[in-house]
């Protein structure tokens, strides 16, 4: 079923959001391609207030239907509706669900010409994906409720829920494609013109910090064990569980170090962990010991390790681990299929002297940064494994191929104003990246208007602070850190120069939402 918009709109109910799904994947044959749905919850305020309070619209052959949907437990005592959330937090409905799907059909209804709205067969449902089973009561038709088992086999309960209201209205012919179109054509303005791209893409942020919650599961996993070698692609979570980890050592009473090798991400880690945790430089860890008055840290944690996977770091960071890294508690965050060799130091040997303390080793599987557009496109180009996609879809990646500096600069003036002017992006939201300096990128020649809302970052503030400007960073140095929009210039398109690889999988990788690619 095609789905109008194509992606979910921001919702925190994972029962619509699993709807939506359910529903994308129903009616899908080549004879099927009338069948389309529309999700409204959470659209800007609109004159008419029923609109708002649909969860979906189902239109097709066989009429016009809406589906309210409800979460969580679900419970009825004396008439009053009561549901519960995965918190344990009740709600009391102040109508039960099936007359809240009747009231919001009949809304509908009112709101379309009667020219229209005579053509189609209409019901209401509703769809509890978290119930077993609700007792038959004389309120609501079986037919009309999806249940969990119903849920499971959606498009069959479907089938019986759209022939449940056909038999009510038996008159009424088979809707035919040219009175769906119009009906569409009447929905569409209330239901997809007013989402912009910016908030398509802060729908994406939102999957992504709920996947990243689901991440931190693994920190059990390393806390119960002594040594430990995580690993995983970019957008895996590797950053995240490293501040989660040290937090919960540091709130144990272990004096902990956490390190890493880029200056820019000290920076960031630094301003994320919370008073009294060390943060590092590996090579600067034993002025970080003198600093907190011991003589060595309980426990160490690397990120971005493959920087500094080489004898002479592994040698500092043992004279400064209780027990050593034989014995020491340690755990190890790194990606050295595809960034090392970026910066720092990367020498297989080290790895392997790791692996003979026989640490635990806990892939990442799960990207839990990158659209699903982005990853993709990471993969297809770079022949690069960053996980499996559990953010989702998102906007497409942008391309555009300039032949001198000259159209590279124009190219990317055009992309700056669309991305902000036209598509509502905050300009902290987008960072510029460039295998180059500032005054040796496209960006530094740019017009005199662009110059002046452009603010390089640098390793005492490598997130954007400035909320009128958009940020300008090296890749090298962005290594570790991300940001909703990524403008990546300065380079070929990827895939054509083998050398510059590691520059095109990390800077493309920073972005979380949209990726715009200036490529010569």
Not at 45 to 54: A, N
Not at 338 to 346: A, E, F, H, K, R
Not at 477 to 502: C, N, Q, W, Y
Request: neutral net charge; proline residues 5%; glycine residues 8%.
């Amino acid at each position: 079923m095609r789905m109008i918009p194509n992606q979910a709109l921001n919702t925190s109910s994972q029962a619509e959001l699993r709807t939506f799904d359910q529903l994308r994947a129903t009616f899908s044959r080549p004879d099927q391609t009338t069948w389309f749905s529309m999700h409204s919850l959470n659209l800007p305020r609109h004159e008419y207030k029923r609109f708002g309070e649909i969860d979906f619209v189902v239109c097709g052959p066989h009429g016009l239907f809406v589906l309210e949907v409800k979460g969580g437990g679900v419970s009825c005592n004396d008439g009053i509706w009561v549901t519960t959330n995965r918190y344990g937090e009740t709600k009391r409905l102040r109508e039960s669900p099936f007359r809240q799907a009747e009231g919001a059909l009949h809304g509908l209804l009112e709101k379309l010409p009667a020219s229209l709205a005579n053509l189609f067969v209409v019901g209401y449902g509703v769809v509890m994906p978290d119930v077993d089973r609700l007792p038959d009561s004389a309120e609501w038709d079986r037919a009309t409720l999806a249940d969990g088992s119903d849920f499971r086999q959606f498009e069959k309960w479907l089938e019986i829920f759209f022939s449940h209201w056909r038999v009510k209205d038996s008159r009424k012919p088979t809707a035919i494609p040219s009175h769906l179109k119009a009906l569409q054509q009447h929905l569409r303005p209330d239901f997809e013109a007013v989402v912009p791209l910016h908030i398509s893409a802060h729908n994406v942020e939102t999957r992504i910090a709920r996947l990243t919650a689901d991440q931190l599961r693994l920190i059990d996993v390393v806390e119960a064990n002594p040594r430990v070698i995580c690993s995983g692609g970019a957008g895996t979570g590797k950053t995240m569980l490293a501040l989660e980890l040290a937090k919960r050592w540091g709130a144990s009473g272990m004096k902990t170090a956490l390190t890493c090798h880029s200056p820019w991400l000290k920076g960031f880690l630094e301003r994320s962990v919370a008073p009294g945790l060390t943060v590092s430089l590996a090579e600067s860890i034993h002025v970080a010991a003198k600093r907190v008055g011991i003589e060595k840290f309980d426990a160490l944690i690397v990120d971005e390790g493959q920087d500094i996977l080489n004898m002479d770091a592994l040698a500092q960071l043992d004279n400064y681990l209780q027990g050593g890294i034989g014995e020491g508690r340690w755990c190890f965050f790194h990606d050295a299929n595809n960034q090392s060799g970026l910066c720092g130091s990367y020498v297989p040997d080290a790895y392997d002297y790791l692996e003979s303390f026989n640490p635990v080793r806990i892939p990442l599987k799960t990207n839990c940064r990158n659209s699903l557009p982005i990853l993709q496109r990471i993969q297809g180009d770079l022949d690069a494994d960053i996980g499996n996609s559990g953010v989702g879809d998102g906007p497409a990646v942008r391309e555009v191929n300039v032949a001198d500096s000259d159209t590279a600069i124009q190219a990317l003036e055009r992309e700056l104003r669309r991305l902000v002017d036209r598509e509502g992006f905050n300009p902290r939201d987008i960072v510029i990246l460039s295998p180059h300096v500032f005054a040796h990128s496209w960006t530094s020649s740019l017009s005199a208007k662009f110059r002046d809302s452009i603010a390089v970052l640098d390793h005492f503030s490598p997130r954007n602070s400035n909320r009128n400007a958009i940020g300008f960073a090296q890749i090298g140095d962005f290594k570790g850190l991300e940001s909703e929009v990524i403008v990546l210039v300065d380079m070929p398109r990827p895939g054509r120069s083998e050398s510059l690889r590691a520059y095109h999988y990390v800077g493309m990788s920073r972005a979380r939402a949209l990726l715009s690619m200036i490529c010569c």
